[in-house]
């Protein structure tokens, strides 16, 4: 009997004695590769730099349905914190306890079980998995995506299997994510004795008051599916350890979460231009780690969300609030949502699952599997 044939747990446990703590596998791809090959998937393994990922597709022709996740997880912190071992995947009364059982090990073991206990008389079925979820995102989803793309495996949906719902199993859908922005500003003055201004530039007199004006800033008033965009202060450094010197330069970093209203660009122009009211010749450094993105309400997602009310009677909410997500890489190919268990522990000391939460999201996804196959 294969490890997922009638039960999600067994494959579960075994990713979760894995120790891919990112960007590390562990062997968690080595397990899935091994138990996709028995349940007829080809599976197709991908390094990119030094990070292991894995393609697996069943079907060959018709609608194509694909789960996103991802073998690697946080490190664990303090192993004196947790009452059980991290990578042991021990159940006690009915929980099982380990690093990546509710992110997302138990998603990824609940969604094969699925894919097992599922006749596919049509259609294509596809996993795409990576090992850089939690580190730097660099080598593992956005490489997958481009091999995809190159060789004409973009499905139609993806479901990606992140931890979503809030309080109980099925309760909330997330269909998009705000972006993420951090900037780093740099004011460049002229040192000098506190006692003789005039022969000093003091940078902190020209970035503070611009970081006031754009922390006043409203950025908008959010949309039909986003809260309002924020910005945040996140830090102001001079680096002075005098109280008599005028520092030669002072930094901020900031961070800005915004919705479907702004881009990357817009926000870099809009800071420029802030900050030249100001400091004309400030360093302004951007790095975005996602723009936002929204799949709006159809089809697809009223599979997945009628799938979940079959089997949990709730009928869940659509929301796109939280983090980043690859989820964010994936919607620049395709329509995605992201569904999985409740993640209320992720990231914590004890991370844990119900046993019967794993095997209910199995026969979501079940579910949502005959929807787009049938």
């Known amino acids: 009997m294969t490890l997922t044939a009638t039960d999600p747990l067994l494959l579960a446990q075994a990713l979760m004695r894995c120790r891919s703590v990112t960007p590390a596998d ?40 694909c789960f996103a996740g991802h073998t690697d997880v946080v490190p664990t912190g303090p192993t004196e914190k ?53 580190g730097d995102a660099t080598d593992g989803t956005v ?18 299997g992140e931890p979503t719902s809030k309080v ?38 020209r970035l503070v008051p611009a970081l006031a004006v754009l922390a006043a800033h409203r950025l908008d008033v959010g949309t039909e599916w986003f809260e309002p965009s924020s910005l945040q202060i996140t830090s102001v450094d001079v680096g002075n350890t005098a109280s008599n010197v005028i520092p030669a330069e002072a930094t901020a970093k900031l961070n800005i979460r915004f919705n479907d209203l702004h881009s990357e660009a817009s ?63 994936i919607s620049r190919y395709c329509p995605v949502a992201e569904f999985g268990l409740v993640g209320i522990t992720m990231h914590q000391s004890d991370e844990c699952v119900a046993v019967s939460e794993i095997r209910k999201l199995s026969g979501i996804y079940k579910s949502v599997i005959e929807s787009f196959l049938q």
Request: one cysteine or more; hydrophobic letters at 40%.
């Open 143 to 160: 490489k997958m995506l481009e091999w995809a793309q190159a060789n004409g495996k973009i499905p139609d949906f993806c479901i990606v």
């Open 26 to 65: 562990g062997g968690a791809q080595l397990v899935l590769a091994a138990e996709l090959e028995r349940l007829g998937f080809a599976v197709t393994r991908l390094r990119f730099g030094n990070i292991d990922n894995l393609f697996a597709e069943r079907g060959t022709s018709g609608p194509h349905l």
């Open 267 to 329: 926000l870099t122009a809009w800071l420029r231009e802030t900050l030249d009211n100001f400091a004309p010749n400030a360093d302004l450094a951007v790095k975005c780690s996602g723009e936002a993105f929204l799949t709006k309400p159809g089809e697809a997602t009223a599979k997945l969300t009628g799938a979940i009310e079959r089997v949990t009677g709730i009928a869940p909410e659509l929301d796109t609030g939280g983090g980043t997500s690859d989820a964010r890489f």
């Open 82 to 134: 947790w009452r059980y071992d991290p990578f042991g995947g021990i159940v006690e009364d009915g929980v099982l306890y380990g690093r990546g059982a509710c992110d997302m090990k138990g998603a990824i073991a609940a969604f094969i079980a699925a894919a097992a206990n599922t006749e596919q008389a049509t259609g294509r079925i596809s996993l795409l998995i990576t090992g850089d979820e939690e």
């Open 168 to 205: 109980q199993l099925g309760d909330t859908v997330k269909i998009g994510r705000r972006g993420s922005l951090n900037a780093r500003i740099t004011v460049t003055g002229r040192q000098g004795h506190a006692a003789y201004p005039q022969l000093a530039d003091n940078p902190i007199h």
